[in-house]
């Protein structure tokens, strides 16, 4: 997991959420500020596998671009979930103090640590 502190001035209220569309109801319980306010947005655009949650459909073209649809393509077997919001309240690693306005990456690393070099390298 990665937790990415925002600049409080500089991101506004939003929720934002690339997830595996199989798991959306158990991450439900880990992300309820996506449980809460998100709606679901359909797209064309990402792998099958996932599903885009935010309550500001403006932010699905500024944040998924052709170069990062590419790279969830490529990552789809490896990523848990991207998760960008104001309303962040634990952190990915247990009891840390993590900002309220985050973005939070979370990946199942490759069994084998030449995959885990190479995922590292495309991050």
């Given at each position: 997991?990665?937790?990415?502190?925002?600049?409080?001035?500089d991101?506004g209220?939003?929720?934002?959420?690339?997830?595996?569309?199989?798991?959306?109801?158990?991450?439900?319980?880990?992300?309820p500020?996506?449980?809460?306010?998100?709606?679901?947005?359909?797209?064309?655009?990402l792998?099958?596998r996932?599903?885009c949650?935010?309550?500001?459909?403006?932010?699905?073209?500024a944040?998924?671009t052709?170069?990062?649809?590419?790279?969830?393509?490529?990552?789809?077997?490896?990523?848990?979930?991207i998760?960008?919001?104001?309303?962040?309240?634990?952190?990915?690693?247990?009891?840390?103090?993590v900002?309220?306005?985050?973005?939070?990456?979370?990946?199942?690393?490759?069994?084998h640590?030449?995959?885990r070099?190479?995922?590292?390298?495309r991050?």
């Amino acid at each position: 997991s990665m937790d990415i502190p925002m600049n409080h001035a500089d991101m506004g209220p939003f929720v934002f959420a690339v997830l595996p569309a199989s798991e959306v109801f158990d991450l439900a319980k880990k992300l309820p500020d996506v449980a809460v306010f998100a709606r679901p947005v359909p797209l064309e655009l990402l792998p099958r596998r996932f599903a885009c949650f935010t309550d500001c459909s403006e932010l699905v073209t500024a944040l998924l671009t052709p170069d990062v649809v590419h790279l969830l393509a490529e990552l789809e077997h490896y990523l848990e979930y991207i998760h960008v919001s104001d309303q962040h309240t634990k952190s990915g690693f247990g009891p840390n103090y993590v900002p309220a306005k985050s973005v939070r990456l979370r990946f199942r690393l490759p069994p084998h640590s030449s995959q885990r070099s190479a995922l590292c390298l495309r991050l």
